[in-house]
């Protein structure tokens, strides 16, 4: 899997690929701090990139995604795409129903499939949260998702 992804990024730098990776949906950080640490940078660096990655998104999602998904949402492809991300968001995020901004950094905090930066953005619109406070919320929950992360991944590498 990890030569798959280092071959789509063939020619970048490496620090690029870990940042490039943090801020997809998919990946995030879950996925850039295993790469950057088996491409063999220095851990510390990959967390400080995996982190800056993983934040790029935030704003624009926090400030975008309501409006945009409003205009989007008029086509049909669009209004079953958003149907389908926002509910399957608000299954996971009853804890931000809940705590609200506490719970946000909850959701992101915890390094497990459907949770993260992007998750949390989209929670974070939905229930209509303070999009400055969020940020800071989901940028708690990011670095603590990242020290998880970094200190699994260093773990793993030495069990092998």
Known sequence: MTE???????????TWIVIILAAM??????GAIPV?????LAPITVFGLAILGNLLPVMPLLYLLDPVSRKLRKFKLWKNFFDWLFARTKKRAGIIEKY???????????PLPMTGAWTGCIAASLFGL??????????????????IVSLLTLGAKGLF
């Open 4 to 14: 798959l992804i280092l071959n789509y990024f063939k020619g970048l730098p490496e």
């Open 25 to 30: 949906p998919v990946s995030e950080l879950r």
């Open 36 to 40: 950057g640490i088996i491409m063999g």
């Open 100 to 110: 609200e901004l506490l719970g946000l950094i909850i959701l992101v905090a915890i």
């Open 130 to 147: 303070n999009k400055q406070k969020s940020f800071f919320a989901v940028a708690i929950g990011v670095f603590i998702a990242g020290v």
